[in-house]
DNA sequence: TATTATTGTTCCAAAATGAGACAATAACCA
DNA sequence: TGGTTATTGTCTCATTTTGGAACAATAATA
């Protein structure tokens, strides 16, 4: 059982897989007003990394894409949106990947298929904080959250990549605010209140929104559904709750 | 000196690109108040296609984009924007490429490297109509300019990627006020009346905008540089010439 | 019962936009 | 030469959107 050593996943020809082609993603989360973004740990070398997967000879990129998101998160049905690829010369480093791949116990020759030279295809997913489990990869430790304002180094162009992301967000969000419930519902919990959607506008765009602007513009919309209050246990007014309203198909 | 009969470009490993992957080109232009783009034109198989290239083991992917650009238009400094990785399994259909290859009197094997399922990197380009010297590759027998609301059939997936080339083309337009200056300038001509300039917004947004409040906005920009007039030989009042002021570094 | 923090809403000024109106022309024509 | 015509630059005013603040309505607490 020899295979059991060498992960399919990893063999050495990753003959299964479109050669040179990799996809990363940036893969966002919503927890206590922070913006979060899962990362690869590999603890025996201080590495971190997005989370990355290969495209299948018969398979669609972006069927690909969901398969591995899939794979990292537990769920599916998730906001998916491909941002950007890239392919610079500089991202050919071996030495990260050989030093990760060395501390699992693997001995990959020079010319082993994951020491090549990639280019990866971006994309930047939107899910539900409580709801995914995180899952490792073969290589990594652990797959977890971490905030976008504190990440830690990443390895090879992996900041460039975040970056990118966000900035696509953030000018997706300006585009789409019909698309409101789509993109805004995955980052929330199933009902929330005004604040807690200003809060999320707030840390995406990075900016500080007005409070009865914000308010009349979203319930303009006419696409929150308002429902009890919310009874926080603070000297104060509660403020009500909304949902989203049900998908339509 | 064999080697003529087989480019170098051709050559059965293809071993100087990276394997499986492309790129395509939507190169757009702008004259007598048309959107153009650039096509390939296989006579002898009924086939247009956009200009696509490769890349090489040692080049930056972008840094690929303008160099075949740079083939295609004889120009450099180009406005170039990468847009969106297309890469279904549908793509992937040997026929149309193989009748191109045996029109231009090659043979392809099964396993040609061009016969191989490629991903796409998309860019879009805006270029100067009157300065691009169109120049068709190797497989082609002309490359020239057709109008968008009136292309040929295209090959493979073709189509869908102008779409998508052009719906981010808008996107970025909305977004890009500032901007303006580098995106509209190789499309227009060194000096331009007002109404070329709406024209072109008209054209990329397909949609017809009010003279007055086009007029507003675009002077309140504060970019555009006011000339002498331009009379036309009509019968009415001569509009002014602009041109925008010239780039600092 | 007063206090406090937060919320939903309203109000008004300021800014942006929509929709025309109007005067100023170039060229043409009678 | 003076009227005609098409197009342009600007102005006006109504409408809409936004900014910024005020205000009343709470939930809990003291």
């Given at each position: 059982m020899s295979q059991h050593l060498i992960p399919e996943e990893l063999n050495p020809e990753g003959a299964d897989f479109l050669p040179g082609l990799a996809m990363d993603f940036v893969i966002f989360g919503f927890h206590q007003n922070q913006l979060k973004i899962l990362l690869l740990d590999y603890r025996n070398t201080d590495l971190f990394a997005l989370p990355g997967g290969f495209i299948r000879q018969n398979e669609n990129l972006n069927d690909a894409a969901r398969r591995v998101l899939a794979e990292r998160?537990?769920?599916?049905?998730i906001y998916l949106e491909q941002f950007y690829s890239f392919g610079d010369v500089?991202?050919?480093?071996v030495a990260p990947l050989r030093a990760i791949m060395e501390a699992k116990g693997l001995k990959p020759g020079d010319d082993h298929w994951l020491l090549r030279r990639f280019v990866s295809v971006g994309y930047y997913a939107l899910i539900d904080f409580t709801k995914a489990v995180p899952i490792a990869d073969l290589l990594s430790d652990s797959c977890a959250w971490y905030e976008l304002t504190n990440l830690p180094p990443l390895m090879l162009d992996h900041r460039a990549i975040v970056q990118k992301a966000l900035e696509t967000l953030r000018a997706d969000l300006d585009r789409k605010g019909a698309g409101l419930n789509r993109w805004a519902a995955p980052l929330l919990s199933e009902t929330f209140t005004m604040g807690e959607l200003q809060s999320l506008y707030e840390t995406i765009l990075g900016q500080k929104l007005r409070r009865s602007s914000f308010q009349r513009k979203m319930l303009s919309l006419d696409i929150l559904v308002r429902l009890d209050k919310k009874y926080s246990g603070g000297a104060h007014k509660a403020p009500y709750r909304y949902r989203f309203p049900a998908e339509e198909k």
């Amino acid at each position: 059982m020899s295979q059991h050593l060498i992960p399919e996943e990893l063999n050495p020809e990753g003959a299964d897989f479109l050669p040179g082609l990799a996809m990363d993603f940036v893969i966002f989360g919503f927890h206590q007003n922070q913006l979060k973004i899962l990362l690869l740990d590999y603890r025996n070398t201080d590495l971190f990394a997005l989370p990355g997967g290969f495209i299948r000879q018969n398979e669609n990129l972006n069927d690909a894409a969901r398969r591995v998101l899939a794979e990292r998160t537990s769920l599916t049905d998730i906001y998916l949106e491909q941002f950007y690829s890239f392919g610079d010369v500089a991202r050919h480093d071996v030495a990260p990947l050989r030093a990760i791949m060395e501390a699992k116990g693997l001995k990959p020759g020079d010319d082993h298929w994951l020491l090549r030279r990639f280019v990866s295809v971006g994309y930047y997913a939107l899910i539900d904080f409580t709801k995914a489990v995180p899952i490792a990869d073969l290589l990594s430790d652990s797959c977890a959250w971490y905030e976008l304002t504190n990440l830690p180094p990443l390895m090879l162009d992996h900041r460039a990549i975040v970056q990118k992301a966000l900035e696509t967000l953030r000018a997706d969000l300006d585009r789409k605010g019909a698309g409101l419930n789509r993109w805004a519902a995955p980052l929330l919990s199933e009902t929330f209140t005004m604040g807690e959607l200003q809060s999320l506008y707030e840390t995406i765009l990075g900016q500080k929104l007005r409070r009865s602007s914000f308010q009349r513009k979203m319930l303009s919309l006419d696409i929150l559904v308002r429902l009890d209050k919310k009874y926080s246990g603070g000297a104060h007014k509660a403020p009500y709750r909304y949902r989203f309203p049900a998908e339509e198909k």
